[in-house]
DNA sequence: TTTATATTTAACCTATTAGTTAATTAACCG
DNA sequence: CGGTTAATTAACTAATAGGTTAAATATAAA
């Protein structure tokens, strides 16, 4: 698998029953067994168990020990680094789009694509 | 694979390359063998047609037709949606992380933890 | 000590990912 | 036309993901 921290982490998340996972935890701790509890008719408990482990590894999610429970708690930390790395691209779904569209079209009609062609 | 369009955006992010390949993007459009350029060295001009792809399957990129070439460029929509959904635990990497954490440790003191167990 | 509950581990299966090389398609250029 | 460049497709491979069932482990409770 691709180790760096920023991978794991968008990896992760790129499984809908582990962000389901994260949305339950978001509303506070939860043992193992209450958040298999939703998916019990898709999926069997040693799935839930793997879903956490890829979690864990990604650093979203850190296990305590209570009694035979495993209480899990989310951690935002990796989140964040997600969130910090998605910044760069935020004039891409805002205003500044628009004259950036045009810059590259001027380009573009200048010297006959010299930003698309090289060699 | 997940074909929701979180999942898809999500996993496609979850590989070095393809990211990199979205930071070139978001510097202009580029195509497939500048795009190629600098991961000559590691791996075959397939491999990145196949990254491209994933790309474009998840909405991230649109490619275009000049001549030969096959210009691409960045499509910010999905990024928007992601970060979106980071939004909601935007408290969980800042300040109210600490009133919550409270929150929950008076919780578990109070009547043999509560929230944790359950049956 | 036995039994019940919570969770994990082991062993296995299948589909998908991420890469490869070789061949193919497409368009330009002399 | 024949050659060159750009990109894709085909066919293949090895590793990983995501699931399964059955067995093992840990703790509590009767």
Same mark, same amino acid.
């Given at each position: 698998?691709?180790?760096?921290?920023?991978?794991?982490?968008?990896?992760?998340?790129?499984? %809908?029953?582990?962000?389901?996972?994260?949305?339950?935890?978001? !509303?506070?701790?939860?043992?193992?067994?209450?958040?298999?509890? %939703?998916?019990?008719?898709?999926?069997?408990?040693?799935?839930?168990?793997? =879903?956490?482990?890829?979690?864990?590894?990604? #650093?979203?999610?850190?296990? #305590?020990?209570?009694?035979?429970?495993?209480?899990?708690?989310?951690? #935002?930390? %990796?989140?964040?680094?997600?969130?910090?790395?998605?910044? =760069? *691209?935020?004039?891409?779904?805002?205003?500044?789009?628009?004259?950036?569209?045009? *810059?590259?079209?001027?380009?573009? !009609?200048?010297?006959?694509?010299?930003?698309?062609?090289?060699?």
């Amino acid at each position: 698998m691709n180790q760096d921290q920023l991978s794991l982490t968008f990896a992760a998340l790129g499984d %809908p029953t582990r962000r389901a996972i994260l949305v339950r935890l978001s !509303k506070g701790e939860a043992s193992v067994s209450e958040l298999a509890k %939703p998916f019990m008719s898709e999926m069997s408990a040693p799935a839930i168990t793997k =879903h956490l482990k890829v979690l864990e590894k990604a #650093g979203l999610i850190t296990k #305590g020990r209570e009694a035979q429970w495993r209480p899990c708690k989310l951690n #935002g930390e %990796p989140l964040k680094e997600m969130s910090d790395w998605l910044e =760069h *691209y935020r004039q891409y779904w805002e205003e500044s789009f628009d004259r950036l569209d045009e *810059y590259l079209k001027t380009m573009t !009609k200048k010297k006959g694509k010299k930003n698309v062609r090289k060699k």
